[in-house]
């Protein structure tokens, strides 16, 4: 299970520009100028309230605090499909490393009522899982999983979780004592009548094949056995996390990242942190995905536009008005060069620079 992250600053004109300190964001607006916004060109940012309110060529800088980015290129932050919160409380170090959300993907109930300021949290809350199945027997002993008999055992924690505020559900699919077929299936739907996807720890062929019948949404991770083409096909129009970092990113794995991808299934970017010790965007997580084969900016829509629309953050995954004022400054086009997502010059988080 896996992450990391970098940092770096920018030359600015006299007068009402600073870009070496946090900028002050309370009295007018930050209007980000000079820079090259990825996907759409050369265009001045503004944002205000913590919002983009303006993108376009040649912003009126009156009232403004100008930020020089020329020569610089912006993109969203970064959304990190797997992480363990609970185990590894660190919003603000990966906030200041460039991701602005996260999906956190086991942690003990008591977690579903925590705050997280402006970082932005998707939480499952415990598995729900079999009598001493995953993860309850491991490292997750601590309150990571619900433990039930049952279809109506399984059920029952679906419910539990929705009303103490969990977002995604997961079931793993593993070794050992683990919920039958039924109970997957059952546990799934109920999931899906209340407006929750399901995520599944499943790292076998048999075992992502299971998810995909009991209806499992997400694999939290890419599987680290040969997926069959039967077992690839399956997992059309669902979604992969990556997490290659965290299993050592075998030729397998990397190979099946880029089978589901082909299958149709959308990647999602995720390191698994908690069980890794590094905030912010993981180079290496990237450097395995494009030895995948993935292209730049299949990487970028990976942390971005793709985990935004999937998990319902509406306000992120792109520079628009009406977005979340969260974004990067990059030295480089992460288009020629992805792994400069990892080295953010500038961190903007809801209207604050972060770095």
């Known amino acids: 299970m896996t992450l990391l992250l970098l940092l770096a600053c920018v ?10 300190a946090p900028v002050p964001t309370a009295v007018g607006s930050v209007l980000l100028v000079g820079g090259t916004v990825v996907g759409l060109g050369a265009a001045d940012v503004r944002i205000g309230d913590g919002k983009i309110v303006e993108v376009g060529a040649g912003l009126d800088r009156v009232g403004a605090v100008v930020v020089d980015v020329t020569g610089r290129f912006l993109v969203p932050s970064f959304i ?33 009522a925590a705050p997280h300021g402006s970082f932005r ?15 309850t027997r491991s490292w997750g002993s601590g309150g990571y999983g619900l433990e039930c008999v049952d279809a109506a055992g399984a059920v029952a924690a ?3 979780l929705h009303a103490a505020g969990a977002e995604v559900i997961k ?31 499943a790292l076998s062929d048999s075992e992502a094949a299971a998810a995909a019948v009991a209806g499992v949404d997400v ?39 880029i089978t589901l991808r082909n299958a149709g299934a959308t990647v ?63 030295t480089a086009d992460p288009l020629g060069d992805a792994g400069v997502l990892a080295e953010p010059e500038q961190v903007w988080l809801t209207g604050v620079r972060r770095r």
């Not at 059952?186 to 599944?200: D, I, N």
């Not at 010790?277 to 990237?286: K, P, S």
């Open 158 to 160: 679906v419910d539990t």
């Open 171 to 201: 079931l793993p699919i593993t070794g050992g004592d683990q919920l039958d077929a039924a109970s997957l299936k059952a546990a799934a739907a109920r999931a899906h009548e209340l407006g929750l996807p399901v995520v599944s720890h």
């Open 11 to 20: 030359p600015h004109p006299a007068s009402a520009t600073d870009t070496s």
């Open 219 to 257: 694999l939290a991770h890419t599987p680290v056995s040969t997926l069959s083409a039967a077992t690839a096909a399956a997992w059309k129009g669902r979604a992969v996390v990556t997490t290659l970092g965290a299993f050592g990113g075998s030729s397998a794995t990397l190979g099946n990242l």
């Open 80 to 112: 990190d499909s797997h992480v363990h919160l609970a185990y590894l409380p660190a919003e603000s170090e990966m906030a200041d490393g460039g991701i602005a959300a996260a999906v956190d993907l086991a942690a003990p109930i008591e977690f579903l």
């Open 121 to 135: 949290v998707v939480a499952a809350g415990p598995m729900v899982t079999a009598v001493a199945g995953y993860p």
């Open 268 to 330: 999602l970017y995720g390191t698994d942190f908690g069980n890794t010790r590094d905030a912010g965007i993981d180079g290496h997580e990237l450097e395995l995905m494009a030895a995948a084969g993935l292209t730049p900016g299949e990487i970028l829509a990976s942390g971005t536009s793709a985990p935004a629309a999937f998990w319902g953050l509406d306000d992120l995954g792109a520079i628009a008005v009406g977005k979340a004022g969260s974004l990067l400054v990059l």
